[in-house]
């Protein structure tokens, strides 16, 4: 569809993890402890379902939980005047919320996609879409939200 791009954050780590302080803590020194998202490797692949297609932004960089902070995702959506982002991901109470703050602090449109995010918890994954999610963006679905742009 003119006028729409779909944008990829993927996180990805160098073999050893250099890009993180010597002793993380919380979320990721679990990514460390499991030896998640090393470049390269099987764990930090784009499945098949969501390859970026031509024409797509991938954002390369990511080291963290919030694609903004270690990227130049803002810079990108702002130099083709994109003002809306509608976000989906994983984990519900990390990453995307994560980042829907984020995009609410630089001024964006900022839609999330509640039946396109999950987290590790039934629990942490209603609490983020009943209770954080309203402070920082618009929750529909992904169908309420396709509808929106057919209108």
């Known amino acids: 569809m003119p006028g729409r791009r779909s944008c990829t954050a993927p996180i990805a780590f160098t073999e050893g993890y250099g890009e993180l302080t010597n002793r993380p803590y919380g979320i990721l020194k679990g990514v ?5 998202f090393v470049k390269g490797s099987w764990g930090a692949q ?24 270690s990227t130049n995702l ?5 130099s083709k005047g994109i003002s809306t982002v509608a976000l989906g991901g994983f984990l519900t109470n990390c990453c995307v ?34 209770y954080d999610y309203p ?15 057919d209108t």
């Open 32 to 36: 460390v402890d499991g030896q998640a």
């Open 97 to 130: 919320e994560s980042t829907i703050r984020s995009a609410y602090e630089n001024g964006y449109r900022v839609i999330t996609l509640s039946d396109c995010v999950a987290a590790t918890s039934v629990e942490e994954h209603e609490n983020a879409l009943k």
């Open 46 to 69: 784009i499945i098949d379902e969501l390859t970026p297609a031509a024409g797509d932004i991938v954002i390369e960089g990511k080291r963290g939980l919030d694609a903004f902070a």
């Open 135 to 149: 402070m920082f963006s618009l929750p529909m679905t992904g169908g309420e939200f396709v509808s929106e742009l």
């Open 74 to 78: 803002d810079f990108i959506l702002r």
